[in-house]
């Protein structure tokens, strides 16, 4: 396809029809993440995805981060310290409880939160300019991939990174939705995020990397509630089944269920040049 070609697309378009499913609105996002926090936190501690991403970032002391989508602080906390500032915008008010929990224990001064929606706030009066603009695994699963592009390169100084799923289909997740008897759609593609910054006048880098994680639950209960996201099989049978294959993922050692993973990511990033967009 020509370089003229991909600019008549309508890629906006296509991320919607891709991920338009999926979070639709600000009320389901928040209430989605409000009730998986806790798991949320425990089950991203023991990644190697901050560092394998950090490594890949221009953090410099003086410089300002904004964290969009930061959640907990898994980026935000390592960022914090190498550079002056770190904001952390976020949806769900119980993420960031648990991030203010974390940011009280550790007596860290220079994170601040801000529980806003990025689809949905005035950036140009509601948030300040920050060097750097991060969305790590953060892009919206719905509409407006544009508007949420554009609007992390008006807060940008400097740099802006994006990271995504580089596959966008998950084998565990399509079993996890047959045996609940739900549809399955993959994960939006991420040539759709960097072509449709293409139209926007942004050339963006981009870079693969992997991460390794290891998550914990402390008994199959747990984990079948994790992989189903709160909703098990109703009929007796349908739930063995279920529960059986939750298993088949899990290492059982004496303390608990253990389940380790590689994860494939894509990384795009651009500098900022106000005349882009």
Known sequence: MSFSG???ID?????EIQAGHILNTGNETAA???KRSES???NTSKSSYADDLMNRMCLCSGYSVLDIGGGTGLMAIPIAQKVDKVTVLDISSGMLRILKDKIDSCDIKNIAIVNDNWHEMDVRSGIEQHDIVLA????PMGKKLKDSLANMNRAAKRFCYATWRANSFDKVEAE?????NKNYTPYPEYPVISNCLYTMGIKANTEFFQSTSEQFFTDLDEAVLYFAKGEKPDIKQAADKYRA???SLLERRN???YRGTITQWVLLWWEVYKDSV
């Open 11 to 15: 890629w906006d378009r296509m991320w």
């Open 245 to 247: 294959f939750v298993e």
């Open 136 to 139: 790590s695994r953060f892009l």
């Open 40 to 42: 949320y936190e425990k």
């Open 6 to 8: 991909i600019r008549e």
């Open 255 to 257: 303390d608990g269920f």
């Open 176 to 180: 996890s939705c047959r045996l609940l």
């Open 32 to 34: 989605f993440w409000d």
